[in-house]
């Protein structure tokens, strides 16, 4: 287990959340076939480690409103807008962006790219919010913001300050 993910794990257990058991194997394979992608190591390693945070009540977000998201509801940004009702970003190909977290029951959601290759880039962006943002190079990256409280996680609102997710 690489070193954010094991902080990211005892730092939930350190607020009394619950946490999901990790996900067998198979269930990601399914995912992969299902949706021709990849998991890169790092969510991979989450996944089977823990599948996010429990979906109970007091448990299913953190005390600052972030939800890690159990693999059954991880879904494309596509699929993941529809049922926003709001508009999937026109401006970024998002065919291979899944949403996994959310913050204050969805003001805005982080995805992850996926891709054919477990390698590769496999950035995070906002979604949800006036446009899609970059936020992390990778998923380690977003849980090493996500546990310094990092200003990358919030939305700007659309300020010349964001940087566009390529």
């Not at 902080?7 to 399914?30: F, H, T, V």
């Not at 600052?64 to 693999?71: E, Q, Y």
């Not at 949403?99 to 477990?118: E, N, R």
């Not at 962006?125 to 990256?141: E, L, N, Q, W």
Request: glycine letters at 6%; charged letters at 20%; hydrophobic letters at 40%.
């Amino acid at each position: 287990m690489s070193n954010p993910l094991r902080e990211l794990i005892s730092y939930w257990k350190s607020q009394n959340l619950l946490l999901a058991p990790g996900n067998r194997i198979e269930a990601l394979q399914d995912f992969e076939l299902r949706h021709s992608v990849k998991f890169p190591n790092d969510f991979r390693e989450y996944l089977l480690q823990t599948n996010g945070m429990l979906e109970v009540g007091g448990h299913d977000c953190d005390p600052m409103g972030f939800s890690f998201w159990p693999l059954h509801r991880i879904r494309s940004v596509t699929e993941e807008c529809a049922a926003q009702k709001i508009e999937a970003p026109s401006n970024l190909n998002v065919e291979n962006y899944f949403v996994f977290a959310d913050y204050l029951q969805w003001s805005w959601a982080y995805a992850i790219h996926l891709g054919t290759s477990p390698a590769g880039t496999n950035r995070v962006i906002h979604v949800g919010t006036f446009r899609p943002k970059f936020v992390a190079d990778s998923f380690t990256h977003f849980v090493t913001l996500y546990l310094h409280d990092a200003p990358e996680l919030y939305s700007s609102f659309g300020t010349d300050s964001d940087r566009q997710p390529a």
